[in-house]
């Protein structure tokens, strides 16, 4: 009834006629409603296991994206003979593999730092050359599975010289 008035309340054009379906109709809806019920409401909760499994698996996969990210760096430290240009090519394929399964390696060295980004600071060091705080260092790289970081980078950050810092300085 109090459908009915909803309707008869609104003018003739914005009212909407009752849906009108046939038995046919009517007992694939009551199939369908039975379906669902059948369905549980909820997803069953994952097990401890399985986290603490997974905590293992994105730890050992940081780990192995940060030492392949030592291994290229060195190797570019190294020089261009014909043995490092082949490595080279093997870590990059390894590189390749890992970004295309969904991780990522961040460096950080050269860019603008500040106190709120997701990066652990071992060492400011103050620098007359730099006008901002600069990450100088990556002592370990962000890593990134799925865009969720499973290891957060430590850097080194220069920082400016200014007069607070050389008064601090002198009473030291």
């Not at 909407?16 to 809806?29: K, W």
């Not at 850097?155 to 200014?162: E, K, L, Q, S």
Request: hydrophobic share 40%.
């Amino acid at each position: 009834m109090r459908a009915w008035f909803r309707q008869w309340r609104q003018h003739r054009e914005i009212r909407i006629a009752s849906p009108t379906f046939t038995e046919e109709q009517c007992r694939e809806l009551a199939e369908l409603v039975s379906l669902l019920d059948r369905v549980p409401a909820e997803a069953p909760a994952p097990e401890a296991d399985t986290n603490a499994s997974a905590a293992a698996d994105t730890k050992a996969l940081a780990e192995a994206a940060t030492s392949l990210w030592r291994a290229q760096r060195k190797l570019t430290q190294a020089g261009r003979s014909a043995e490092n240009r082949q490595t080279g090519r093997y870590l990059r394929a390894c590189a390749e593999a890992l970004a295309a399964a969904g991780l990522a390696v961040q460096e950080h060295d050269g860019t603008a730092f500040n106190a709120g980004r997701a990066l652990d600071v071992l060492v400011y060091q103050d620098d007359p050359g730099v006008s901002e705080e600069t990450i100088v260092e990556t002592v370990r790289p962000s890593v990134y599975y799925h865009d969720q970081q499973i290891q957060r980078g430590e850097v080194i950050v220069a920082r400016p010289v200014t007069e607070f810092t050389k008064e601090s300085e002198e009473y030291a």
